[in-house]
């Protein structure tokens, strides 16, 4: 009789008695004279499912083929497993092999085991527990982003990777041209003439799809974007990386309250959802590296996220240097807050989420909304225990004059941004939005430590490997 395979994560949930078929990769095979055991993985869950064979001239020669990293397939009775550790187990009674695995060349057979040494070989670590449980976890991540914002009627807006705009105005932007790089061709100015060019003018990776978000908004009323990003900044740090993804919500008719509650929301719905419906993942990652993780989901869940003006954080910070605290980098009025500051904030200060609001305007983008100050934005920016900023927002300058003025004073070159600046010359509105950085999410919810290691392939300076 022809049977169908049954993943791994139902066959654990499967009554004994049943004939099955299980396929996947073998994690370990071990056994005696009589019998062999082996643990057989197919990505569906964390678990494996124990074979058991009865070793016979016949199944010898075949589990003479089948070492750690083996695909096979295996047919037999679902049966209650005598040994602890799981309910059923399968009496193997035909084993196929898929395709074996040379137990000496097979990197993931070696000792070292250490993250460093995994990356180096990305293009097999996901059959690892910890990166199964990683990439389960971003999967269902985003499925949770999707749902979350399709419950409330936010359309999904597909804004372009490729782009003449530098969203943030930060000038880290990864150039994307056909030219021949030997072979420039110069205008008469003797600088490269870009109408020759694939677009017919300079063209970049987006940092942001924040602006065209921004044309969603003021059409469709509430939308989100949820795509790659790419930032050539040269930061070698644990958080960041050269592409990530990004979730930008853009709403009309939002002001800086409206952002930080519906931030706030989403991202504890978030925190939520991985708790509820990744919890055998999440255990792992507990257990295994940090048993503090779900504590620290469940408080970011259950509090109040604490929401402190930008002048009033400086004056914390200071205090905290004049009281000894020591921080690699000076604490202002006007400076840009390190992530060191920030996590003093969150972990000491406050021992919670902290939405920091109403930054100077020289150390953020044009398009944010200015106070009446003269010298503050309406910026916010979600600060989060080990991580730091997760997401950073404001609401936007829907003044025309305003923004214009903006524009200018940074010397900024309005010709290619005249299609955004007509939403606020064509029936503007306050509106705001923010950015959630997913690969920073990621990092909070598994509690791994380097943002490499929550992304499939990571791309960071001078790697861009697989
Ligand atoms: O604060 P950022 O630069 O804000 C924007 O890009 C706005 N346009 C968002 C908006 O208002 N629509 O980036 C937003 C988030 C950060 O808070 C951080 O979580 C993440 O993106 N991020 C990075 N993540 C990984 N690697 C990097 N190099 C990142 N740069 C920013
Ligand atoms: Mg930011």
């Known amino acids: 009789m022809e049977i169908i ?155 372009p990777l490729i782009t003449a705009a530098d969203a943030e105005g930060a000038g880290q932007m990864f150039q994307v041209t056909t030219l021949d790089l ?23 990776l987006t940092v942001s799809g924040q602006l065209e978000g921004e044309l969603g908004a003021t059409a469709l009323g509430e939308i989100y974007t949820f795509g790659p990003t790419f930032r050539a900044e040269n930061s070698n740090t644990p958080r960041h990386l050269a592409e990530f993804w990004m979730i930008e919500p853009e709403m009309a008719f939002y002001d800086i309250t409206d952002n930080m509650d519906l931030a706030e929301d989403f991202i504890k719905h978030l925190v939520r959802y991985a708790l509820e419906n990744c919890r055998e993942d999440i255990q792992f990652l507990n257990d295994r590296y940090d048993n503090e993780l779900i504590e620290r989901l469940e408080g970011v869940v259950g509090t109040e996220f604490v929401r402190l003006e930008y002048t009033e954080g400086i004056r914390i910070l200071q205090e905290a240097a004049a009281s000894g605290v020591s921080f690699e980098y000076p604490v202002y009025w006007g400076a840009d807050l390190q992530s060191e500051h920030e996590r003093y904030l969150v972990e000491k200060h406050f021992g919670k989420p902290v939405i920091l609001t109403g930054y100077p305007k020289d150390i953020k983008a044009f398009y944010m909304k200015q106070n009446e100050d003269g010298k503050t934005v309406r910026a916010m920016d979600v600060l989060f225990p080990k991580i730091g900023e997760i997401i950073g927002g404001s609401e936007r300058e ?47 919810v598994t509690g791994m430590q380097n943002i490499r290691d929550v992304i499939p392939f990571p791309r960071t300076p001078k790697n861009a490997e697989f």
């Not at 009496?91 to 070696?110: H, M, N, T, W």
């Not at 030997?182 to 970049?204: A, I, R, V």
């Not at 200018?408 to 064509?426: A, K, P, V």
Request: glycine share 8%; hydrophobic share 35%; with cysteine.
């Open 182 to 204: 030997e072979k420039l061709p110069k205008n008469k100015k003797g600088t490269t003439d870009y109408s020759k060019d694939f677009f017919g003018k300079q063209t970049s």
């Open 5 to 159: 395979r049954t993943k791994v994560k139902d066959l654990l949930t499967t009554e004994a008695g049943a004939e099955v078929l299980a396929k996947g990769w073998v994690r370990t095979k071990r056994g005696n004279k009589e019998i062999a055991f082996i643990a057989l993985n197919d990505g569906s869950t964390i678990k494996n499912i124990q074979i058991v064979v009865d070793k016979t001239p016949e199944t010898e020669a075949v589990l003479s083929r089948i070492s750690t990293g083996s695909c096979i397939g295996v047919r037999g009775r679902l049966v209650e497993s005598v040994g602890s550790g799981q309910a059923v187990e399968i009496r193997a009674s035909e084993i196929s092999v898929f395709g074996e695995c040379d137990p000496v060349r097979y990197p993931l057979q070696k000792k070292d085991t250490s993250f460093e040494y995994l990356r180096t070989v990305a293009h097999l670590r996901p059959r690892t527990n910890t990166f199964g449980a990683v990439l389960r976890l971003r999967s269902q991540m985003a499925f949770a982003i999707h749902e979350y914002f399709h419950s409330k009627g936010f359309v999904y807006l597909h804004t």
């Open 398 to 444: 829907a003044d025309l004059g305003k923004l214009e003025a903006r524009i200018d004073e940074l010397g900024m070159s309005r010709r290619n941004l005249e299609w955004y600046i007509d939403t606020r010359r064509f029936g503007s509105c306050p509106h705001s939005g923010f950015g959630l950085g997913f690969e920073r999410l990621l990092l909070f």
